[in-house]
């Protein structure tokens, strides 16, 4: 069982930055896959980046590439988004996903999901 909590959401104005977290429970984080998926009012939840167990590889959804990066510190158990050059269209709910399967993570198929941290980028 693997329980995760997001949190460094909030107000920013376009052109900020944030840097989002997701800490995780249990003693085989680096055994998981862990993702980044975000969900805007009236919209389907859409995949924004992946990373593998190690750190060593990750996927970045193109409407993001450039400007968000996903991390993980495994000694922390916790997994990152660094979000730059924020635009309001970035605006949602962000969770926090994890699966053993990279590829599971991709499509949003996770075993483990976070509660969400609001983002929200003013024009």
């Known amino acids: 069982q693997v329980q995760l909590v997001e949190s460094g959401g909030g107000l920013v104005q376009a052109g900020g930055s944030l840097r989002l977290s997701c800490a995780a429970s249990?003693?085989?984080?680096?055994?998981?896959?862990m993702g980044w998926f975000r969900q805007a009012p009236g919209k389907e939840r859409e995949f924004v980046a992946v990373?593998?167990?190690?750190?060593?590889?990750?996927y970045h959804a193109d409407s993001v590439k450039g400007r968000f990066t996903i991390s993980r510190d495994n000694a922390k158990n916790t997994v990152y988004l660094q979000m730059n050059s924020l635009k309001p269209e970035d605006t949602a709910v962000y969770y926090c996903?994890?699966?053993?399967?990279?590829?599971?993570?991709?499509?949003?198929?996770?075993?483990?999901w976070g509660q969400g941290t609001q983002v929200t980028v003013s024009s």
């Open positions: 996903a994890a699966d053993e399967n990279y590829r599971t993570v991709v499509i949003g198929t996770s075993d483990y």
């Open positions: 249990g003693r085989t984080f680096s055994r998981y896959a």
């Open positions: 990373i593998g167990g190690s750190g060593r590889s990750t």
